[in-house]
């Protein structure tokens, strides 16, 4: 699996980006999915997580209500839409894949065994 992150950028605090994922070969619907993210100096966090269908997804307590993480299954593409952004956003973001069909753990770095490359964000204030 092959995953490529896109969409990142610089913008100001309030403004807005999605980011996109797009994974290689046949098995993206068969797996959760999840995006992290890493500022300098800091941890890679986790941000949000889908299922495989798109039915159920979890946000990390500092995103929710501002990010909207969805699926397309047809397009093998995961979105994450980010919107009100804060200067305390600015991180690389990171797509990963779970290491099972299971919608659990999904907040741990070791559930996950693929990940992007990763896309800059950077938010002015």
């Known amino acids: 699996v092959q995953l490529q992150a896109s969409g990142g950028g610089l913008v100001q605090a309030g403004g807005s980006l999605r980011l996109s994922c797009a994974a290689s070969?046949?098995?993206?619907?068969?797996?959760?999915m999840g995006w992290f993210r890493q500022a300098p100096g800091k941890k890679r966090e986790f941000v949000a997580s889908i299922s495989r269908t798109g039915g159920s997804t979890e946000y990390a307590d500092s995103v929710k209500g501002r990010f909207t993480l969805s699926r397309d299954n047809r397009k093998n593409t995961l979105y994450l839409q980010m919107n009100s952004l804060k200067s305390e956003d600015t991180a690389v973001y990171y797509c990963t894949k779970h290491n099972s069909r299971d919608f659990d753990g999904i907040s741990w770095l070791s559930s996950y065994d693929y990940w992007g490359q990763g896309t800059q964000v950077t938010v002015s204030s």
């Open positions: 070969g046949r098995t993206f619907n068969s797996y959760t």
